[in-house]
């Protein structure tokens, strides 16, 4: 750098490098915005269209009411946790509500917003270090919003209660919110008229701000311990595959969401999934044996636990369009490495999807919003149980409804058919679920289950393959139990497990009374005159 | 740093020089988890040593790849581009305003690579 400056020759240098300057510059300096056709574009999205950095803005901040204005799903006054991991679509999303619930916002949001952040750190093996470093940064992301904010650390769905597996809308839900969703919404949206809006809303947020402050210093007082977060590692470290593991990972996350809004009394959460992520979501779902609960998976909103509705507010953002605004407008991101970071495209199917997507994005744009727009058109083909309706119906980890009531000749019973073959010939160690490396004592409730969980590998592996005379009690051993609870997708994670008596306590307990039931209504069939009369008296 | 030497070819051989590119400082810049291929360090100031030809980011990229890298190159770069999903912006706009590949480096330019990828 300093050899070119003496004398002349820097001189010369210079003027040879303005030339080349003048001579790049012209073509992109033609590119003008698609929508001012006044100032230079500064990005293109979508395929051709070039925007410049004030028309990019309006247009971004445009598309993040448009899309709550047009679903028209959350209240004024009703509480929303954001569910913020720190990344930049989720990061991005809490910027726009900030900016939707700023006074000089033209078309208001009237929502009271919460923060939910967890960290994943223990799943992925961090350590406690880098953990604790990476929530403070982002702790300070989400004190500058000054929303009431939750810290979760994944150690804690290890000790979640099991009702938080029951879908929302039993007994649970009534018994907690007394009258009906809308009409208290109607009742908040009259006593609201008489206040003012804004001061109420300060009101509301001030309290809950002192409340959170009191939460986070309890977090504080008694954090995560070592014992806990070794469990959390034993329990990823009994999975197989990186495609089990995320998707473990999932289903417990969305548990300690779900868990923290009832808790707290939020009835919305959001999500910041971009329409770039939902695409590659969306095939890999399909691939994940997924399908049938593709449109909740992917849609804008998610009322599969009744009383907390997920809703997607960034569904119409590019991964492109989030991280070129988030780096125009400074809003802070903190990047956390996760399960899949460093890995290799083969190494999940979710990552190999995810550079399927890419990879085909970078040569036809228009791929991630057709897969996007196809998911819109999404819909469940029998709509969400009604409220009596037994929860026997949802899966007892991902809540969506049961899959696998299909009929005869299907291709779900032949899998099972020839899975079922395959066993029967031989204790075959890929197939059975209780083979070798069960790391670590069963969890103590697990006695009740008598002598086929807390005997030895070889006699558990006996129970898989349905030998008679291990199991002497009228129960099936768990891991077939536990199968029956689940969907198909949910059971093929289950599968990749080297032991499922490893699971969080609050889903093998849930499992129990879920079997228990099930075995108490199969006893008491012959007495029962109708399946709604069960329902009521149990 | 590595630039010295060849200016002083330059001043003896004015034919030369015409085609010669002069040593180019740059401001990279690696964010969304690309900069863990990199040690963690997300900013970069780089000096490219002058070459025959003007610099341009497909040669950029091969030189990144040589000396920045610190790890599984095929995270970063593929065949002689980016690797999908990582996006550029050379002094704060799209390079695909801008040529792409074929864009020519000039001296304080600021490159930035964002991973937009799950997990960096």
Redesign the interface.
Known sequence: MVGWQAGKDSFYVDEEYNGQLEHVATPSVSKKCVKCKESTAVLIIRAVDAFCRCCFKEYFIHKFRAMLGKNRIIFPGEKVLLAVSGGPASSSMLSQVKEGLSRDAPKKLRFVPGIIHIDEGGASGQSMEDRRRAVAQVESVLRSSNYPYHIVYLEQALNLPSSVLEVGSSATEKLQTGPSYKAAVDQFIQTNQNLHPDLFLENAWSHLSSLSMQEVQNGLSNPITPENTQALQRLFASVRTLTAKEDLLQTLRQHLILHTARTEGYTKVMMGDSCSRLAIKLLSNISLGRGASLAMDTGFSDSRYGDVVIVRPMRDYSSKEIAYYNRMFDVPSVFIPGLDTKAQDKASIQRLTESFVNKLQTDFPATVSTIYRTSEKLHTACPPQNTNSPTFDKCLMCACSLDTNAEEFSAFKATLISEQLSQRRGPGPGLSLGTAGAPGPPPASFTGQGQCRSSDEGQRQGCGSREPGCCLSAEMPATLDLKSLLCYSCRLTIKDMTAVDILPQYILAEAERKKRRSHMRKEISEFLLEEEDEAKTS | ?T??????V??SDSDV??KM???I?LHLEF???A???FDGVKEHHV?LPDQSE?WDMKQLLVWIRANLLK??PE?FVQGDTV???I?V?IN???W????ELR??L??QDNV?F?S?????
């Not at chain 2, 630039?3 to 002083?8: D, E, G, I, K, Q």
């Not at chain 2, 695909?96 to 040529?99: A, R, S, T, V, W």
């Open positions: 740093m630039a010295s030497l060849p200016v002083l330059r001043g020089s015409n590119a002069a040593p400082a964010g969304g988890g900069e863990l291929l000096i003007p790890e599984r995270l690797r999908p999903g996006l912006l704060d706009a799209d695909e305003l801008m040529g864009y020519e000039q001296d930035v964002i937009t990828l799950h997990g960096g």
